[in-house]
């Protein structure tokens, strides 16, 4: 009897696992260890691209992880998790805003639940038990009874680290919770507007995301940090894998820039650049903070500069002198809205000006090999169909992170993910045209578009 299917992920995730070595060895990373040590591997940096071998190789295990899983759990274990996968999310909570990782990082070693309870006034019964869960998540590892010590992936939940500002932002599981009564609701179900979301009945409000936030600086700082967090976690890819020296002679817009953090990264890796970072008015104070505390004091005064904009206004930035630049801004709307945004760059960008959209695309997706694009080598037709069942297998089960995200933001905005026939339909409503796709070391890609010429419309 046969195991082909078993067979065949053991080869593959033999091979991964194979290359992923020779890529760290040619590299020179040092061995990975699920422990915490003093620290921070090579790999778990948020501001370097991790090396190209790597990174396929990486993404190609944990695939094959995920698909082997998916084949040898029973399906009664696999219900049961999701039944309770509420938890992950609690006990992170509790692990970080009750002080406990930040104790144990004290003690690589380890610490009991005996000294938790006496040093953070929890119980230490209780705290046995959501210990445990954390460590089956793999969070921290038990190394006696009742003695718990940090994983290496627990360091991102250290004060100041990035993972930290994902599990601050409260109120993410009301929302989840309201996500089978918005599918049904009698005036919601069909609706696509941003007024008309899970995140509206779990709120008990009338207000779009956007103009609710802003009644609460408290919330609104802690989102501003999740978003700044997620932006930076693709960072290292955009930064690397597009080919910034093209955009010399123009000021790049950061349209819907948040707290400018990419437009930053940029300017001290690309000295010779300047930017112009939009944000609604509540966001620019906290903007200018951000260019005050991260710029590269030696930079040119007014390499970034921030200004209130609105998405939907008419763009003053005008002309050739500009390009512009959306990350993780159209995602955020439904497609009239979004080619509404897009048709005011369009209106306002010259011949010469690029608008590059970074946005995650979803769906089949061209076979690109993960390097620079503007290669001439490594040209691809985007347009042409192609049988791309072992890219889209790889990229299902790699997608966990950016397919939560795409449900969280359907959630609260009513956007949805888009396949790169969509982006494309929307794009050319707006009257652009796509210049070239740029796939990066990240889960988001680099569309580069202009406007339409007279003679092409």
């Not at 990373?29 to 991790?50: A, F, V």
């Not at 932002?169 to 049904?184: C, D, F, Q, S, Y």
């Not at 794009?427 to 406007?451: D, F, Q």
Request: hydrophobic fraction near 40%.
């Amino acid at each position: 009897m046969g195991h082909r299917e078993l067979d065949d992920l053991q080869t593959s995730l033999n091979n991964a696992l194979n290359s992923l070595r020779v890529a760290m060895d040619e590299s020179m990373l040092s061995p990975l260890s699920s422990q915490y040590g003093i620290g921070m591997h090579p790999l778990d940096s948020l501001d370097q691209p991790t090396p190209v071998g790597v990174y396929k190789a990486r993404r190609a295990a944990l695939a094959r992880v995920a698909e082997l899983k998916n084949l040898l759990q029973h399906p009664f274990e696999k219900a049961a998790e999701s039944t309770f996968a509420m938890y992950d999310f609690a006990t992170v909570q509790v692990f970080v805003e009750h002080g406990i990782v930040d104790r144990m990082a004290k003690e690589p070693s380890g610490v009991s639940v005996k000294t938790l309870q006496s040093e953070l006034n929890l119980d230490s019964h209780k705290l046995t038990t959501v210990l445990r869960h954390l460590s089956a998540c793999g969070w921290i590892r038990e190394t006696q009874d009742g003695i718990f010590a940090m994983n290496r992936s627990s360091r991102i939940l250290l004060q100041g680290q990035r993972g930290r500002a994902l599990i601050s932002v409260p109120g993410n599981m009301k929302i989840a919770e309201a996500l089978p009564r918005w599918l049904t609701h009698p005036e919601f179900r069909f609706s696509k507007s941003p007024e008309h979301t899970a995140f509206q009945l779990a709120n008990d409000t009338t207000k779009p995301f956007f103009e609710w936030v802003k009644d609460d600086r408290n919330y609104l700082d802690r989102f501003a940090a999740c978003v700044e967090a997620l932006g930076e976690y693709v960072t290292p890819g955009i930064l690397s894998d597009y080919p910034w020296q093209t955009c010399l002679k123009s000021t790049i817009v950061d349209c819907g820039g948040g707290k400018g953090s990419l437009a930053i990264a940029l300017a001290n890796k690309f000295p010779v650049l300047r930017f112009v970072i939009q944000e609604r008015e509540e966001m620019v104070e906290l903007a200018e903070a951000n260019i005050k505390a991260h710029l590269d004091p030696n930079s040119v005064p007014s390499t970034v500069v921030a200004e209130a904009h609105d998405l939907f206004s008419a763009q003053p930035r005008t002309g050739n002198n500009y390009s512009f630049m959306l990350r993780h801004v159209l995602h955020n709307w439904p497609e009239t809205q979004a080619v509404s945004i897009l048709e005011k760059l369009a209106a306002a960008a010259g011949p010469k000006s690029k608008i590059l959209i970074i946005e995650r695309i979803s769906g089949y997706y061209p076979d690109i090999h993960v390097q620079l694009e503007h290669d001439p080598a490594n040209t691809t037709d985007i347009t042409t169909s192609a049988s791309l069942i072992t890219e889209q297998t790889l990229l299902s089960s790699s997608s966990r992170m950016p397919y939560a995200l795409a449900l969280h933001l359907l959630c609260i905005l009513n956007c949805h993910e888009r396949t790169l026939d969509q982006w494309q339909t929307i794009i050319s409503r707006a009257g652009l045209v796509v210049t070239g796709l740029y796939k990066l070391r990240a889960y988001v890609s680099v569309i580069e578009c202009r406007v339409i010429h007279t003679d092409e419309s």
